[in-house]
């Protein structure tokens, strides 16, 4: 096999179609190893991993408890199907994630990918109005929230609000009634930041007060809005969201994807204000970042509704073919056991700490209009001009160009728009964090410079 470097990247360049990549403008970066928190490419060139190999990555690269697993794992054997039958490592995979997760959500769903989590919950939350004892028929709406994020595919595209993104596929995308962001950093003249959950909560109970007969779920991505640019939530609106959930009988799909598995301090962002949703969706960091795995995890009063003979037709038809893997399965058993043996969780404060600290002194800069934090996940917003809070215009590509920059003096991060993401794998070190954060800092003065 050819691995003659030029050879590879201008395969890379010919070949391979990169996602969310003009790629008319792709330059290569190709990873050929990683230690622990560190990629390193073709040329030996070493990054440190600043966004966790987008968002996924755990406990670092090629950890050894994780890899023993996958061969453990590939030993007995490496896929069977779930339609159908089953497999001791996913069983096991199942009921770990139900003993951890928050309560009520007793059945595990597996899918492959984040978007299919969604797609699933979706669509779950629809039959089960359809076919509860007391149905409600007319539920077929969706809640979802501007700038949101659920992935690629058009049922996913339809409940997500990144109009970059999704205004190309409008016509084939369904109505979602659609609530403005709950941004605490950004919020409309007249409301104070003591006032912005209950502000958004209003808007959120007038909605569902008109609309609740026609709405089968809302849909959230719980404290953080990833992908919209770390936008970050009021304290309390995530808890009066499900409180109005329920006062309306609407489900409540929590898209854990990005927050989920640690990201935010706690295993579920669920956690810090006590949501117990109705459907909840991991992704990325569920095999420790290793493996493709996703899951949707469903109610008792969810699934219940599914049963019956199968003539009955309640049957949940839908499934992915790798849905429940088990090496991706065994993958994620292994990081669940890590964060018990190492602590990872309680291990985090002080990283969370260290971060805070270089964030104070990078929010002083002239060109940086608002710097946010929530546990592992950091957006840093670069604005043209601070005092009136003017954007840069999005074709200059600044954030792009500051992540070049850092990328160029060995730590890889990738943008969104104008905000710079950092997300380092929770098993990043406080000296890897400093690296990270003034090699990042540099980068801000070089891509504000003129
Ligand atoms: C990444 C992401 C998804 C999509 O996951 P894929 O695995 O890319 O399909 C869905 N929801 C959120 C919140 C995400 O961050």
């Excluded at 301090?265 to 095999?287: I, N, R, S, Y």
Aim: charged content about 20%; aromatic content about 8%.
């Amino acid at each position: 096999m050819n691995t003659n470097p030029s050879q590879l990247e201008s395969w890379d360049k010919e070949i391979v179609w990169h996602a969310f990549t003009q790629m008319s403008e792709y330059e290569p970066l190709i990873i050929d190893q990683a230690e622990g928190c560190t990629l390193i490419d073709i040329h030996g060139k070493r990054y440190l991993d600043g966004v966790s190999s987008l968002w996924c990555n755990v406990h670092g690269h090629r950890h050894p408890k994780i890899d023993a697993a996958i061969k453990a794992q590939v030993d007995k054997v490496s896929h069977v199907t779930n339609l159908g039958s089953s497999n001791t490592t996913t069983i096991q995979l199942a009921k770990r994630l139900t003993e951890i997760a928050p309560a009520g959500l007793e059945h595990v769903f597996f899918s492959s990918d984040g978007a299919s989590a969604v797609e699933v919950a979706l669509k779950m939350a629809f039959q089960y109005w359809q076919q509860r004892k007391d149905s409600k028929p007319k539920k077929t709406g969706y809640l979802a929230y501007a700038d949101a994020y659920h992935g690629d595919t058009i049922g996913s595209v339809s409940v997500s609000g990144v109009a970059q993104f999704h205004a190309m596929f409008k016509p084939l995308l369904f109505n979602v009634q659609r609530l403005p962001s709950p941004n605490r950093d950004r919020l409309p003249e007249g409301v104070t930041p003591e006032d912005a959950c209950k502000h958004h909560l209003d808007i959120l109970e007038s909605v569902l007060k008109e609309k609740h007969e026609e709405i089968a779920a809302l849909v959230i991505e719980p404290l953080v809005q990833g992908a919209a640019g770390m936008i970050m939530q009021p304290e309390g609106y995530l808890n009066g969201v499900r409180e109005l959930t329920k006062k309306y009988d609407v489900l409540m799909i929590c898209d854990e994807v990005a927050v989920g598995i640690g990201r935010t301090g706690k295993m579920f962002a669920c956690e810090h204000e006590q949501v117990e949703p109705d459907l909840l969706c991991l992704g990325k960091g569920l095999t420790g970042g290793y493996l493709p795995m996703s899951a949707t995890l469903a109610t008792t009063e969810l699934w219940n509704t599914f049963l019956g003979s199968y003539a009955d037709s309640k049957t949940f038809f839908h499934g992915h073919t790798f849905g429940g893997n088990p090496l991706s399965s065994a993958a994620a058993i292994a990081s669940f056991d890590i964060f018990e043996e190492e602590q990872t969780l309680e291990n985090l404060q002080p990283k969370i700490a260290r971060l805070a600290e270089h964030l104070a002194r990078i929010a002083d800069h002239p060109h940086v209009g608002n710097v946010r934090q929530c546990g592992m996940m950091v957006g840093i917003e670069l604005v043209k001009d601070r005092a009136t809070g003017e954007q840069y215009d999005w074709t200059e590509e600044r954030g792009m160009n500051a992540c070049k920059h850092a990328t160029d003096n060995g730590v890889w991060v990738r943008p969104l728009g104008n905000v710079i993401v950092l997300m380092p794998p929770l098993a990043i070190s406080l000296d890897e964090i400093d690296q990270i954060c003034t090699t990042v800092e540099q980068a801000i003065h070089f891509a504000t410079a003129s």
